[in-house]
């Protein structure tokens, strides 16, 4: 057989041992195979080599600590270079060749920073193991010396026996083809199974070689069968951590663990309270709504369709309209024929929204671990039919004022003057659309519930404690709760009223450009409540409910997505366009974390772009007074919602006395801002564009920042640099920049052209893949449902069409392409560029630091700002994620901590 020898060199200068040796309970039980170990010899930095005479590099952890060497099909040589290394997040690799490149024994892999995983105190001990699917080997060592140096033959891997290969068969039954399932989910549903299922664990990731799971129980893993499945080499513990060794097919593992666990998903979310982390009490309160409201936003969703489907029916006079109030209990009780069918569905429709409190209350009891037994009476008394009242003089039920402190007369603005009325009449109104009040109901329930059993009688128990929870809880939600909650909606509703008759409606343009902003910032929640409230104050107030500001955030979206499409109209790089593509049907329906965290954020100027075009666009809307109606979804879906009336006004009555939008104007206008926002984020965007940042540009930035530094720690350490020596030291930072010589650049971009082309291929080749799986899960699942309802003629034909499917030779003539342009590209300018480019800046900046530091009382170390200088000599690898940015010095932070002590002195 052919790689019954396969000969091993040291990969760096150090010293060797036997795997056995090695005592990590992983390597020295050779569960990932036999081999042998070297310790590097250096204390500083090291750079290892390839340690097989000839193959490639196929497989590297994300981590940078571990590379797979593939030495012909099915056998690979592992390098694990340190134990748990995976820990320090890939910070001392610096990887130096790629995925699928040709190696030999003179080959160089990743610089290691030796020095920084000493000081985390682990073991920088290298294993090199085989991982072979042909057979059986044994690990000969052959150098006696235990010192060896780099490029060193170690010893050898000697074929012991050959395995008979299993490979999977494909099945020529329809039947067995279509509801077979591969290895992979065969061991990833055995393996969840033995862990005690995914309810046992708060996390699954891998690293390179391990499955790893945080346990919560480990008296629920069966530990012994996970080591005794076919694809498990072995399981250890480290703390609550369970470490399943698979090794190069770990991957495949972790995403079949992945799919099996979506497809046992709970239909609910659990709240593990236990589980939560301690929260700023602002941070809490956010995390403790949107935990409430998650599981009420299908209910709200699907009662706002329901009204949508309702508003379009009246529109087009399919369906009559219907009002409840004490004058029109006659006519409805009245009703017959088809007209009692349509009542029906308006009654669904307006039950659904206007008791979404019973559910509110239902979600929770579920947060705050209250008995549903307690928590749904406690929404049912809130939005109780019989405090609704007939409808009362707003539509929202009852009405009764407990303090009047007087009423407004002289005010011209027919709004503000009710907005006002209603804030100085404090009233006791239904709980039934007030969110906050039936969540403080719960919570103060809760704390009752609690604290009842704690001194009632076993006996007394089951009648006592609900009756005390439900009639105090009742009377504190709808005596104290209701009426200071109505009371700030007053003041609210004033606040936004002048806020919203901002001219040229830049209130709305406010709130929209900010809404993205605080989506980065994790605070779109909080942004939303003041537009919530807002709505809810207008209803109550007799207003309608129409929304100002809830707008805003479906607005802005449509600016995001109009960055990104500049993006993919503007750049050259074929792998950001393919990703920007992807991510536009997304955007679509009103999602816009992935492009804002995958890649307007990460290039700033899109989402600068983004933020300027909601700002217009808001302004826009605000402007011709477009507002919220019902809300039917998210994304696209919302338009419908835009040219109804609210629920609170069916028949447009309000709106017109108001003077709103008419239905078809609000939802015309709505679109037409939405283009605004996309035609505005598109067009910044471009103006915006910037393909990569340029090397020159980045270092001028750079040296303005160490200026600035330089400046305030001077004046901090109360020696201010005079006019003169600040006049110089701007001239040698400026000197800096001009490291960058215009025939480096030149060659430089020449180098990036060369990326770019082998980006385009990946691309291509990515995009044949991604079609050739989506082609074959379609005829997978309609395979599935064919057998399923025994059409096997059917099922047969999609079999034959499954296997029809063949790029193998198509594949083969783009991966050849993407070699020969991998091969052009001139990684040894980049390398020798960065590395000369590194040193000319450090030394420089060193000569200005031996210059000023006597000043500044040695503020400025120059080795601090080692990352950033090599981020911006490095910017064309990290601008193409060939490499990723090393975490910098904050230079902001040190001024702004300068600026502080400057301020104490003078206080």
């Not at 809404?515 to 007799?542: D, E, F, P, R, Y």
């Amino acid at each position: 057989m052919k790689n019954s020898i396969i000969k091993i060199y040291a990969p760096v200068n150090g010293e060797i041992g036997l795997i056995k040796d090695l005592n990590d309970g992983v390597f020295s039980e050779k569960m990932l195979g036999d081999g042998f170990y070297i310790t590097s010899n250096q204390s500083e930095n090291a750079t290892f080599y390839s340690p097989i005479e000839k193959g490639s590099l196929s497989l590297v952890t994300e981590t940078k600590h571990a590379y797979f060497f593939e030495v012909s099909d099915g056998i690979s040589i592992l390098m694990h270079i340190g134990l748990d290394t995976v820990a320090l997040g890939g910070k001392p690799f610096k990887q130096i060749i790629n995925v699928n490149d040709v190696v030999t024994n003179k080959t160089e892999v990743v610089n290691v920073d030796i020095k920084s995983i000493i000081n985390a105190n682990l073991n920088v001990a290298c294993p090199v193991t085989i991982n072979s699917e042909k057979g059986d080997y044994k690990f000969n060592l052959l150098n006696e010396s235990k010192n060896v140096k780099q490029g060193d033959l170690i010893g050898e891997f000697i074929l012991l026996s050959e395995k008979e290969v299993i490979k999977d068969v494909v099945p020529k039954s329809p039947t067995a083809f279509f509801l077979r399932k591969n290895k992979y989910e065969t061991a990833a549903e055995e393996i969840n199974k033995f862990v005690g299922g995914s309810s046992n664990y708060d996390e699954v990731y891998n690293c390179m070689t391990r499955l790893r799971f945080k346990i919560k129980n480990k008296k629920k893993v069966n530990i012994d069968a996970i080591t005794s499945l076919s694809l498990s080499k072995g399981a250890i513990w480290n703390g609550d951590e369970l470490q399943v060794i698979i090794g190069q097919d770990v991957y495949n593992v972790k995403n079949a663990v992945d799919l099996d666990n979506k497809q046992k998903s709970q239909s609910e979310i659990e709240f593990n309270l236990e589980a939560k982390q301690k929260l700023p009490p602002f941070k809490a309160f956010l995390a403790m709504f949107g935990g409430i409201m998650t599981i009420v936003i299908p209910a709200m969703v699907g009662a706002g369709i329901i009204q949508a489907i309702i508003g379009i029916l009246t529109l087009t006079e399919v369906m009559p309209s219907f009002a409840i109030n004490s004058g029109t209990i006659g006519q409805i009780l009245a009703l017959k024929g088809a007209d009692v069918w349509w009542f029906l569905l308006f009654s669904i429709g307006k039950t659904a929204g206007m008791f979404i409190g019973i559910t509110i209350a239902y979600s929770a009891s579920k947060y705050f671990k209250l008995r549903g037994a307690i928590a749904v009476p406690l929404g049912v008394i809130l939005c109780s039919p019989l405090l609704f009242a007939g409808g009362g003089a707003l539509g929202l039920g009852g009405e009764w004022v407990i303090l009047s402190l007087g009423n407004v007369d002289n005010v011209a603005d027919p709004q503000l003057k009710l907005i006002l009325n209603r804030l100085l009449n404090i009233s006791i109104t239904p709980g039934n659309i007030k969110i906050f009040v039936i969540i403080a109901a719960i919570f103060v329930a809760k704390k009752l519930d609690d604290w009842i059993i704690t001194w009632v009688h076993p006996m007394l128990e089951l009648m006592t404690r609900p009756f005390l929870v439900i009639l105090l809880s009742s009377f504190f939600a709808l005596g104290l709760f209701t009426p200071v909650w109505n009371f700030f909606e007053g003041i609210l509703s004033v606040i936004m009223f002048y806020i919203g008759k901002a001219p040229l409606g830049i209130g709305l343009g406010v709130y929209t450009a900010l809404w993205q902003v605080c989506v980065v910032l994790g605070m779109h929640l909080a942004l939303g409540i003041v537009g919530m409230v807002q709505s809810m104050a207008s209803a109550q107030s007799g207003l309608g409910g129409y929304g100002t500001f809830g707008l805003g955030g479906s607005i802005s979206v449509y600016a995001q997505i109009g960055a990104l499409v500049a993006i993919i109209i503007m750049t050259k790089n074929a792998q950001l366009k393919r990703q920007a593509i992807s991510y536009v049907p997304v955007g679509l329906l009103g999602i816009t974390e992935p492009i804002i965290y995958g890649i307007n954020l990460p290039r700033r100027r899109p989402l600068i772009a983004g933020v300027i075009g909601a700002f217009i666009a808001g302004c826009f809307a605000g402007a011709f007074g477009v507002t919220q109606r019902i809300g039917t979804g998210i994304g696209l879906f919302e338009i419908i919602g835009y040219f109804q009336n609210t629920i609170l006004d069916p028949t447009g009555s309000i709106a017109a006395s108001t003077g709103q939008l008419s239905n078809v104007a609000n939802g015309l206008l709505y679109i037409l801002s939405c283009i605004v926002a996309l035609g505005a984020g598109i067009g910044f965007g471009i103006l915006l564009h910037e393909e990569r940042k340029s090397e020159k540009k980045s270092m001028n930035a750079l040296s303005k920042s160490i200026y600035k530094l330089i400046i305030t720690a001077n004046k901090a350490s109360g020696v201010a640099l005079s006019k003169n020596e600040m006049k110089n030291l701007k001239n040698e930072l400026i000197e800096v920049s001009k490291v960058f010589t215009k025939e480096e650049l030149i060659e430089l971009k020449s180098v990036e052209d060369t990326i770019i082309k082998e980006l385009k291929l990946k691309t291509k080749l990515d995009s044949l893949n991604d079609s050739e799986a989506k082609a074959k899960e379609k005829l997978m699942k309609n395979g599935k449902k064919a057998v399923n309802k025994g059409k096997m003629v059917k099922a047969e034909k999609l079999m034959c069409k499954y296997n029809a499917i063949n790029n193998a030779q198509l594949r083969l003539n783009i991966e050849n392409e993407i070699e020969k342009a991998s091969q052009e590209i001139n990684w040894k300018y980049i390398s020798e560029f960065n590395n000369k480019l590194t040193k000319e800046i450090y030394k420089l900046l060193q000569k200005i630091q031996s210059k000023y530091e006597k000043n500044m009382k040695n503020t400025l170390n120059i080795d601090q700002l080692k990352p950033n200088i090599e981020n911006v000599v490095n910017l064309l690898s990290i601008s193409y994620n060939i490499e990723k940015p090393k975490p910098e010095f904050n230079i902001s932070k040190e001024i702004l901590k300068n600026q502080n002590l400057l301020k104490q002195v003078k206080i």
